[in-house]
């Protein structure tokens, strides 16, 4: 069948029907011409453009060995930011690894609930709690440049990618970084608290994608019965970290705003949760404003 013999090493193959023979390949992902071209663009180290610029050129023997063998992990349903070890943000390149959570497009909207409600120039602290490879600080401190933040992971390896993900970013000078549990390691108040916490819940748990369950880490997915312990546990220190007039950004499953929000609310009965939308218009997280105004 098509594409089962892999890509050809003979220096005779054309980039511009490499591309299309691995999309065969990739017949089992949900994006093989994307995640084709995305592989591709990494093996010949070029961009969109140079995808079709070179695309009459023929791959080099060492190009198509290559090739072939990211195929066959990403046939195998690793996901294609591990491949390459990177992902796009909030427009940031982020280095990613299997110590970290990739960063979701979803997760965007967090950034966009904080734009809402914070003018570009406040002086602020900010802490993200379970920051993984630290894209949501990241594009933080991306958007508010008079802002501190506090990165916090109870994995190492993944502070240790945050932290090169923060240098290259240049970001590092404004930055802080602590290995713990969520509140734990932090010793003042912030203007922001954010998380992306794990939340899927056990019943969810036979439903994931193979390239999520058997490669991401467990740590970074799985919230608890009910997907909302980690919620719990963060909310019981929250009085001490967030200032009177904070915000507080949790992302959470779609299905879980309505339990979020009174789980907040038990925090902070004087102020409404909202609820924020991602890209495709699902619930996708809670917010409260304590600000007065
Ligand atoms: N959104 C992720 C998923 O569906 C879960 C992320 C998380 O638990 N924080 O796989």
């Not at 990739?26 to 994307?34: A, G, K, N």
């Not at 608290?193 to 880490?217: H, S």
């Not at 929250?238 to 904070?246: A, E, V």
Request: aromatic share 8%; hydrophobic share 40%.
């Amino acid at each position: 069948p098509d594409g089962q013999q892999g890509i050809r090493a003979d220096g005779k193959l054309l980039i511009g029907d490499a591309v299309l023979l691995a999309a065969k390949m990739l017949s089992t992902s949900e994006t093989p011409l994307l995640d084709a071209r995305v592989l591709l663009k990494f093996v010949l180290a070029t961009d969109d453009a140079g995808v079709i610029g070179f695309g009459r050129d023929f791959l080099s023997a060492s190009q198509a060995h290559q090739f072939n063998e990211l195929l066959l992990r990403r046939r195998n349903g690793e996901p294609v930011a591990y491949l390459t070890g990177q992902k796009e943000f909030w427009s940031l390149e982020f280095t990613v690894s299997k110590d970290v959570l990739i960063p979701r497009d979803d997760s965007e909207c967090l950034i966009g609930a904080v734009l809402e409600r914070r003018s570009k120039n406040d002086q602020m602290r900010i802490a993200d709690l379970g920051t993984g490879s630290g894209c949501l600080i990241c594009a933080l401190l991306t958007e508010f440049p008079n802002a501190k933040g506090a990165a916090v992971d109870i994995s190492g390896p993944a502070i240790s990618i945050a932290r090169q993900n923060a240098e290259k970013l240049r970001l590092a000078n404004r930055m802080s970084f602590y290995e713990g549990e969520w509140t734990a390691p932090l010793e003042e108040q912030f203007d922001i608290v954010i998380a992306n916490p794990p939340y899927v819940t056990e019943a969810e748990r036979p439903e994931l994608a193979t390239d999520v369950i058997d490669f991401e880490p467990h740590d970074a997915l799985f919230g608890g019965e009910d997907g909302l312990d980690p919620y719990r546990l963060i909310l019981s220190e929250m009085g001490q970290i967030l200032k009177p007039d904070g915000l507080l950004i949790f992302e959470c499953g779609t299905n879980q705003t309505d339990e979020l929000a009174q789980l907040v609310r038990q925090f902070d009965g004087r102020y409404m949760p909202f609820t924020i939308f991602d890209l495709a218009g699902r619930p996708r997280g809670v917010g409260l404003d304590r600000r007065k105004d």
